[in-house]
């Protein structure tokens, strides 16, 4: 909407005028927000309230142009286009790029968590209909204003790489893009503070209270804020008349004291409200332009994925919301009561690994993944690479400490990962207790467990021979820094494939201290742990399972259908059924993409070709090399090159049509 520019602060609306645009928006067809949100969000209306209602029938109404349904994920939200304060709107707690800074309930020793987000619900009305506003319950107000406080000061540290100052230039220019509000109660035994976090737009709102020098989480929490607008707003006004500079500080900010804003204020499914506003933030944060940090974007690439799934009834809401890391694991019907905190981290991790790499009889899935990654029919390196970093960063959600994503690109090969990864239904806890004998459980815990839990434990990371990373402290402080060989992930996994019987120790010594919450031990040479010893830190992993003695990575286990035991009750179900083979059917279309892919890649590689035969000629010329190629060689290469032609044309013969009167 075009406004003309303030030349003072505008007044805030008086309670009764408050009350009647709640009372027209109530009666608007597709509102469904409850009453105390709408009071909280209209007591900063920055606009005449002739220009936001109309009458219809005798009855008040909001104007129908200032409402516009949203199509998102499926689903469709009903935002309202309203003139506000600038400092109306709280920053998002729940913002994907600040992901990891807070502790989540997927992680299962997560109970004693300093910063952990209470899962967020719907909010039901008095007749107990969900509405269009969400629902937290915090311990006290004081909690309240920590949080909020707390993802405002994270919004500075994963600001990323924005390469203009964003309060100089809403100084400059005002806010010309409207942030998208949502609707939140936080439930408290001090009461019930409604307010509308900014789900798209964190910073500009972090930035206008910053410039008006308001505070966002004491207007969340205040019993009277129009008392405070009035207050406020005097204030600020009589600043501008005591100096008429444009450099004063009251008139700088009259850039942003109104803003646009869109406030959402209906939901055609209420009990999916968070998932859908929340999409645009995780839409920005996918192909983020301000470098984000890889574990928050990583994470929302996942949570995507995700949602395609619950959108598809391919997952229900709790198994998304385990896997998104918003609910704890204990919640999962596969989940035995009697699990443990390593059988919960390794159930939550391998239905990830399943919803990534689906096997071939999943089409559904298969389909859905493609799409929401943007990715060909089939898969090659990078793409492989790119499914595995989400998937490691959504894992390391049930830890304390996310670690780099990148520990898990050597887990699933390119053929495995086009096929699907087939699991053996059985927990890390059932795998350890036979991988001394076991040899495709043993395989299982080297690709698919131990990156993580190496990671987790600060044993190996995914280095990959930085000058920075050339040194590290030991566990056990010892005085300067202790020597780090040049390894990566897969040549940590590959020691330990050299050495099995230590390997398998070390497993189940990490297991157990995930269990007993305590440091891991070092483990002899047989696999027994050391509780009188020194604890086990990078150093002493470097030295144990040295880079120059690695062997192969085992191969990636169960590459054919397997057959879940059919006696004795699984503390895990098997995460899916083995595939049924291929149809000729679908076999046919596998094979045409490959030909498909195998032209582009030629086609490719002729211009490749082509290229430098140019650079070639145009060397040799400036060289006075003549002729370019010598005579045997020239001869060569053409007789090579049209081998190639001819078998290119023999090899494509078989695609073109039958002849008119001769099917087949």
């Not at 007044?11 to 009647?20: E, I």
């Not at 929340?278 to 192909?287: L, S, V």
């Not at 020691?495 to 891991?520: C, I, K, P, T």
Request: hydrophobic fraction near 40%; charged fraction near 25%.
């Amino acid at each position: 909407m075009t406004v003309k520019p303030l030349s003072e602060y505008p007044d805030p609306l008086t309670p009764d005028v408050v009350d009647r645009l709640v009372n027209a928006a109530l009666a608007t067809d597709g509102i469904n927000a409850p009453r105390e949100a709408l009071s909280a969000a209209f007591a900063y209306t920055a606009e005449p309230v002739e220009h936001l209602i109309t009458t219809v029938q005798g009855r008040e109404r909001i104007r129908s142009d200032r409402l516009l349904p949203l199509r998102v994920d499926g689903e469709t939200i009903l935002s309202l286009s309203v003139r506000l304060f600038g400092c109306a709107g709280s920053t998002w707690e729940r913002n994907e790029r600040n992901d990891s800074c807070w502790d989540s309930p997927a992680d299962p020793a997560s109970g004693t968590a300093e910063w952990m987000l209470p899962p967020s619900e719907v909010w039901h009305g008095s007749d107990g209909k969900p509405t269009a506003a969400l629902s937290v319950t915090m311990a006290s107000a004081k909690r309240v204003v920590a949080v909020v406080g707390r993802a405002s000061e994270l919004l500075s540290a994963g600001d990323g790489l924005r390469r203009y100052d964003l309060p100089a230039d809403l100084l400059l220019n005002g806010q010309e893009n409207a942030c998208l509000m949502v609707a939140q109660v936080y439930r408290t035994p001090d009461g019930d503070f409604w307010g509308w976090p900014t789900v798209k737009g964190n910073n500009r709102t972090k930035a206008r209270h910053h410039i008006l020098k308001t505070d966002q989480a004491a207007l969340l929490t205040a019993p009277d804020v129009t008392a405070i607008l009035q207050r406020w707003t005097t204030e600020r006004n009589a600043e501008l008349k005591l100096d008429n500079s444009d450099e004063t500080p009251a008139r700088l900010a009259l850039q942003v004291a109104a803003v646009d804003a869109k406030l959402i204020v209906g939901c055609n499914k209420p009990e999916l409200l968070y998932q859908t506003a929340q999409a645009g933030n995780r839409r920005d944060h996918i192909h983020a332009n301000l470098g984000f940090t890889a574990n928050d974007q990583e994470r929302a690439i996942g949570r995507r994925v995700l949602e395609k799934y619950r959108a598809a009834g391919i997952i229900d809401s709790t198994l998304f919301g385990v896997l998104a890391g918003d609910l704890p694991i204990t919640g999962l019907r596969e989940c035995p009561p009697d699990a443990g905190i390593c059988e919960q981290r390794d159930l939550r991790c391998m239905l990830l690994l399943a919803q990534f790499f689906p096997v071939a009889g999943d089409r559904r899935r298969r389909s859905l993944i493609r799409k929401a990654m943007a990715e060909p029919e089939l898969l090659n390196s990078q793409h492989t690479v790119e499914r595995l970093r989400a998937y490691s960063a959504l894992c390391s959600v049930s830890w304390p400490e996310a670690w780099n994503p990148r520990v898990d690109d050597s887990t699933v090969p390119v053929t495995n990962a086009r096929n699907g990864v087939l699991l053996s239904g059985k927990s890390a806890v059932q795998l350890l207790a036979i991988a001394d004998k076991d040899d495709d459980a043993f395989a299982e815990l080297i690709r698919y467990r131990a990156p993580q839990w190496l990671a987790a434990f600060k044993l190996a990371d995914a280095d990959r021979g930085s000058m920075g990373a050339q040194s590290n402290s030991g566990a056990d402080e010892e005085p300067g820094p202790s020597p780090r060989a040049r390894r990566g992930m897969p040549n940590a996994l590959a020691a330990m494939n050299a050495r099995r019987a230590r390997a398998v120790g070390l497993l189940r010594e990490m297991a157990a201290a995930m269990e007993d919450g305590r440091g891991l031990q070092r483990v002899d040479a047989f696999g027994k742990a050391d509780r009188a010893g020194k604890a086990a830190d990078q150093a002493w992993f470097d030295e144990e399972f040295p880079k120059g003695t690695s062997q192969r990575l085992p191969r990636p286990p169960y590459t054919a259908p397997v057959t879940p035991p059919a006696a004795g009750r699984q503390s895990q179900q098997p995460l899916f059924h083995a595939p049924p083979p291929p149809s000729d059917r679908e076999l046919a279309d596998t094979k045409k993409a490959g030909v498909r892919s195998l032209l582009n890649q030629i086609e490719s590689l002729t211009k490749d070709l082509t290229r430098l035969a140019d650079a070639a000629r145009s060397h040799a010329a400036a060289a006075s090399m003549n002729p370019t190629w010598e005579t045997n060689e020239s001869e060569r290469l053409n007789v090579q090159a049209a081998n190639i032609i001819e078998s290119l044309k023999h090899a494509v013969e078989g695609t073109r049509p039958p002849d008119e009167g001769h099917p087949g």
